[in-house]
Every structure is written in C-alpha cells, then in structure tokens.
C-alpha cells in the first residue's frame, strides 16, 4: 500500500508546502493520497520519500502548532 502511494505521489504535481517556508531554508513537501501521506525534502524531489498514515501526519502538525515539541 505505501509503496503504491508513494509512487504515485512521486509521479503527481500536487505536492503542498509551507505557506510560511522561505526558498533559502530547509523545507518539506507532503502529499496525501487517501490515507497516505507521503513527504519529501522540498529541494530533493527525486530524493527518498517518507510514507506514513494520513492520520499520523495530522497528529503530527497539531502538535507541532500547539507548541507540544518545542523544546
């Protein structure tokens, strides 16, 4: 299933970015695809791909916007 997802996010143009990320800085790209979410380095496009539940994504940047990880 992930492997399916990823090759297809790999093939498609409608990865997202941060609105807030800055073309000088690291940043990272994601695309969902039913409940995968695959997410890539934004200036390594045909660099590995990280797939994980569309779900754990989102619990992920909750928690990122509620400060839970800042140290």
Same mark, same amino acid.
């Given at each position: 299933?992930?492997? $399916?997802?990823?090759?297809?996010?790999?093939?498609? =143009?409608?990865?997202?970015?941060?609105?807030?990320?800055?073309?000088? $800085?690291?940043?990272?790209?994601?695309?969902?695809?039913? =409940?995968?979410?695959?997410?890539?380095?934004?200036?390594?496009?045909?660099?590995?791909?990280?797939?994980?539940?569309?779900?754990?994504?989102?619990?992920?940047?909750?928690?990122?916007?509620?400060?839970?990880?800042?140290?």
């Amino acid at each position: 299933m992930y492997s $399916q997802a990823i090759a297809r996010a790999s093939s498609r =143009t409608s990865w997202c970015k941060s609105s807030r990320s800055n073309p000088s $800085q690291n940043c990272v790209e994601f695309s969902v695809d039913g =409940t995968v979410a695959c997410i890539r380095d934004s200036k390594n496009t045909v660099g590995p791909v990280l797939a994980c539940h569309a779900g754990s994504l989102l619990a992920l940047v909750d928690a990122i916007r509620r400060g839970e990880l800042d140290s």
